[in-house]
């Protein structure tokens, strides 16, 4: 005897069924939580699962998608032992590769699991770090050009434990020290005394 039955139609449905078309259900709601858009590639993907010349059962659809819903919710993957980043943008690249490969048949079908999804979102999140240490790594190389460009660069500054010599005391401009104005008074002092006329009697007796 079934537990219920459709008012309207009349079919019968047990209590299991019903169960388990809210687990489903609950899953729908949580893949449109996530992106509407990407929902729609995540089920082009579980559809890489499908055998050939087989449908592709809707439990097993739900159990797949299930198995992406975690990662999909927390942004992120595990791979090889270490957790990647992975944000929606980044899961819609990677299964548009898949379904690329697909189309060209560079995709061995039915898919077995995630491990391919994950191996292209982990070398995707790769370049991105790689990408950006590369731009920190210039932003530091730039301020220190510039630190060393604004300021002046000594001997101290390169060998340490130098320690700077005093200042020598301002010396004397020429002419002003009181040696060579007594120099130069004495120097005056000459050039007068040859330039004196000789007194005219003392001549006249001499010439006497």
Sequence with gaps: MSDLACPTCGAELDLMTLFAHEADQRALSRLAAVSIPLGARVLQYVQLFQPARQRLTARKKIKLLLELLPDLERRAITHKGRDWSAPLNAWADAIDQMLAA????????????????????????????????????????????????????????????????????????????????????AIARQRGASATPTDPAANQGESQ
């Design 102 to 185: 697909r189309d060209a048949g560079a995709l061995e079908l039915p898919m077995k699991g995630h491990g391919y999804l994950h191996a292209i979102l982990a070398r995707m999140a790769d370049k991105h770090e790689a990408a950006a240490e590369a731009e920190r790594e210039a932003t530091r190389k730039s301020a220190r050009a510039a630190h060393v460009k604004g300021a002046a660069v000594t001997v101290l500054d390169v060998v340490p434990g130098l320690v700077p010599l005093p200042s020598p005391a301002p010396t004397t401009p020429a002419g002003t020290s009181p040696t060579v104005r007594a120099m130069k008074a």
